[in-house]
Nanobody, 126 residues
Framework: QVQLVESGGGLVQAGASLRLSCAAS????????MGWFRQAPGKEREFVAA????????YYADSVKGRFTISRDNAKNTVYLQMNSLKVEDTAVYYC???????????????????WGQGTQVTVSS
């Protein structure tokens, strides 16, 4: 059974950094793109970042470009999201996601993903 488990969330002050991890089990995702999404209270889930299966190409939402960095370690079947210069508006539950098959690049739509983690809460205070 495929599982994605996020970790690394927490409560931080504005300007701080956090590193989220997403550990996959049940299958290898080394040949699939991976993504991060977030959902704030009362808002729809939104795309944050994606990374090609090779790890060499990344894609970001404008709201996080220059502050967040997505990376992956295929040997560990793990994807990371380094978040720097956090803002209050970054407060949300963060989810990692993976598709079941090869999908077009960039995979910025939630509908192309089949597997989702349970989410990890990130709260940024002013």
């Amino acid at each position: 059974q495929v599982q994605l488990v996020e970790s690394g969330g927490g409560l931080v002050q504005a300007g701080a950094s956090l590193r989220l991890s997403c550990a996959a089990s049940g299958r290898s995702f080394s040949t699939f793109h991976m993504g991060w999404f977030r959902q704030a209270p009362g808002k729809e889930r939104e795309f944050v970042a994606a990374i090609r299966w090779t790890g060499g190409t990344t894609y970001y939402a404008d709201s996080v470009k220059g502050r967040f960095t997505i990376s992956r370690d295929n040997a560990k079947n793990t994807v990371y999201l380094q978040m720097n210069s956090l803002k209050v508006e970054d407060t949300a539950v963060y989810y990692c996601a993976a598709p079941r098959t090869i999908v077009p690049w960039p995979p910025a739509r939630a509908s192309v993903y089949d597997y989702w983690g349970q989410g990890t809460q990130v709260t940024v205070s002013s």
